[in-house]
């Protein structure tokens, strides 16, 4: 019986370094396709929220939809044409810049000469509000910390040759994926602790923010430049009839000189109420993340 994969929470600096991909099963045709992220998560399907930046239609007889969303750490292209129409309308309605959510299956491609760069291709896209998008960032958090303790209890080999290995269990990353991961990646603990510091600070300083500034706002974007490798970009949306294939080698030289993204509020958003407040995240000088309930 069909069931769909877990879509896995991971911040889009991480998701967007990744380029390990590769199938499991008897079927090789037909097997689910994964992309094993730096810290070990098994992405057949990944669940990110952001703010949706940029938004562009690519296609020519028929609407073939790009996008860059943008979370605290880093910045993505997502994907959605004629096989995804949900997601494809969503894009094309939702004003820029907005908080959404997306649900969808990342994609690797790699340009002639060797660069490689990662995207989404996107099955599903909604519009939230800032507390999902808080909400999401505490979750990822929890999740990636998850993964780091795990890659920091074994003992590891800095290279190894990557070969598809058991059979994956959706509900936590394995000892064998964490050792897949920093085989290929040569993953810094330390690096991505930090991603996970610089995501929830994030929040601490737009309540700080949000406590100081007038009752009426909106949200707009910020950019900020910053080293990143890029990632690879795999789109299976079959060519259409009428419409240009996606210029992946236009959007691989775009990325690399692109930085990348994320957000904060600026004076004039409107306050929330009627939510819970998040009163403390991370303590930055003891480097440590403290449990809360939202």
Request: net charge negative.
């Amino acid at each position: 019986m069909y069931s769909r994969e877990v879509a896995r929470r991971v911040f889009l600096a991480e998701l967007k370094r990744s380029d390990l991909s590769f199938r499991e099963g008897d079927d090789s045709q037909y097997a689910p396709q994964y992309l094993l992220t730096p810290t070990g998560a098994r992405c057949n399907r990944v669940f990110v929220v952001g703010t949706l930046i940029e938004r562009d239609d690519i296609g020519e007889e028929v609407e073939y939809w790009r996008g860059r969303l943008a979370d605290p750490t880093g910045s993505i292209l997502i994907y959605a044409g004629q096989y995804q129409p949900e997601a494809s309308r969503a894009l094309a309605e939702i004003e820029i810049p907005s908080f959404v959510a997306v649900v969808g299956k990342p994609s690797v491609y790699e340009t002639e000469d060797g660069r490689k760069i990662t995207s989404i291709r996107a099955e599903a896209v909604q519009k939230v509000d800032l507390d999902t998008r808080n909400k999401w960032i505490i979750e990822a958090a929890r999740r990636t910390l998850e993964r780091l303790e795990l890659m920091r209890s074994i003992d590891v080999p800095q290279s190894t040759d990557f070969r598809p290995g058991t059979i994956y269990h959706p509900e936590a990353t394995t000892v064998e994926d964490c050792r897949k991961a920093r085989g290929h990646y040569s993953t810094n603990i330390s690096e991505y602790k930090q991603m996970v510091l610089t995501a929830l600070s994030a929040i601490r300083k737009e309540q700080a923010i949000e406590e100081s500034m007038p009752a009426e706002a909106h949200v707009m974007p910020e950019v900020h430049a910053e080293t990143r490798t890029p990632g690879e970009v795999e789109m299976q949306d079959p060519p259409v009839r009428g419409k240009l294939p996606v210029d992946y080698e236009a959007d691989s030289r775009a990325e690399s000189l692109k930085p990348d993204a994320y957000t904060k509020p600026q004076p004039g958003r409107r306050r929330q109420t009627g939510s819970k407040r998040i009163s403390s995240l991370v303590d930055l000088e003891n480097d440590d993340i403290e449990e809360i309930d939202i």
